[in-house]
Antibody, heavy 122, light 110 residues
Framework: QVQLVESGGGVVQPGRSLRLSCAASGFTFSNYAMHWVRQAPGKGLEWVAVIWYDGSNKYYADSVKGRLTISRDNSKNTLYLQMNSLRAEDTAVYYC???????????????WGRGTLVTVSS | QSALTQPASVSGSPGQSITISCTGTSSDVGGYNYVSWYQQHPGKAPKLMIYDVSNRPSGVPDRFSGSKSGNTASLTISGLQAEDEADYYCSSYTSSSTLVFGGGTKLTVL
């Protein structure tokens, strides 16, 4: 069925790195822009990054620019988030989300994964 | 990239109507018609309720409606039902080619 499944979360020490994955199935992954959205425990949603359907464009929230990198492998139907120099404030559930349109993108999400929890703590 | 401003909480009785506001600036809400609304129940992923200010995805009841005036967008839920109790978030495209969410509003159905 149509779904997104995140993986790769866990407990990591401050300053270390982690890579999240999001496996897509049931739809033509290469047709859609994809986003990462995070939610700190008990807090609201925060948009993290977007990547165009072909990887040609990427945009980031100021809070993660230079530390988190979004990428995708359309041959594997997988979205990634490389997280470097992690900080306590990066602790959150990380969701991948499908943009509802192909191009131009719609900047709204019609399909979400269940999320993966990243905890940054010593 | 300051978060859009939403009331922390709203409440209403079954059958009543409520409105949640979402205030931004001319660089986001006021400048584009890319405002969306999401519903999130505890422990669940968000669900799209409204996109492009006032459009409803298929499957979303017509009790949910959206609008915008200037820098403020609004979500109205009419005929409140118990299952509408959830957190609601607005979002908007910004002039920096990014997306910003509101801080979220907890809806309580009395």
């Amino acid at each position: 069925q149509v779904q997104l499944v995140e993986s790769g979360g866990g407990v990591v020490q401050p300053g270390r790195s982690l890579r999240l994955s999001c496996a897509a199935s049931g739809f033509t992954f290469s047709n859609y822009a994809m986003h990462w959205v995070r939610q700190a425990p008990g807090k609201g949603l925060e948009w993290v990054a977007v990547i165009w359907y072909d990887g040609s464009n990427k945009y980031y929230a100021d809070s993660v620019k230079g530390r988190l990198t979004i990428s995708r492998d359309n041959s594997k139907n997988t979205l990634y988030l490389q997280m470097n120099s992690l900080r306590a404030e990066d602790t959150a559930v990380y969701y991948c989300a499908r943009d509802a349109l192909d191009y131009p993108i719609g900047w709204y999400f019609d399909l979400w994964g269940r999320g993966t929890l990243v905890t940054v703590s010593s | 990239q300051s978060a859009l401003t939403q009331p922390a909480s709203v409440s209403g009785s079954p059958g009543q109507s409520i409105t949640i506001s979402c205030t931004g600036t001319s660089s986001d809400v006021g400048g584009y018609n890319y405002v969306s609304w999401y519903q999130q129940h505890p422990g669940k992923a968000p669900k799209l309720m409204i996109y492009d200010v006032s459009n409803r995805p298929s499957g979303v009841p017509d009790r949910f409606s959206g609008s915008k005036s200037g820098n403020t967008a609004s979500l109205t839920i009419s005929g409140l039902q118990a299952e509408d109790e959830a957190d609601y978030y607005c979002s908007s495209y910004t002039s920096s080619s990014t997306l910003v969410f509101g801080g979220g509003t907890k809806l309580t159905v009395l």
